[in-house]
């Protein structure tokens, strides 16, 4: 309904996978998207299993928004 084109997703905990789940949906119809895992102590293997891309804490996750933003 929305006509995504491109989308991505950060999480950090076992309800993400989820919204993984449905980005996955989404992607087999035609949109792009990434899956980005946020690890932390509490973060669990089967969120950065099925992500794209894990990055190393929130800080590290703003650098990678601000990176896409910047090209």
């Given at each position: 309904e929305?006509?995504?084109r491109y989308l991505l997703?950060?999480?950090d905990d076992v309800?993400?996978?989820?919204?993984?789940?449905?980005?996955?949906r989404l992607t087999s119809s035609g949109?792009?998207?990434?899956?980005?895992?946020?690890?932390s102590l509490e973060t669990p293997e089967a969120l950065?299993?099925?992500a794209d891309v894990v990055v190393e804490g929130p800080t590290a996750l703003i650098?990678?928004?601000r990176s896409l933003i910047q090209e």
């Open positions: 929305a006509d995504l997703y950060a999480g309800a993400d996978l989820a919204a993984f789940e449905a980005l996955d949109t792009a998207g990434v899956k980005v895992a946020v690890r950065m299993s099925e650098a990678l928004l």
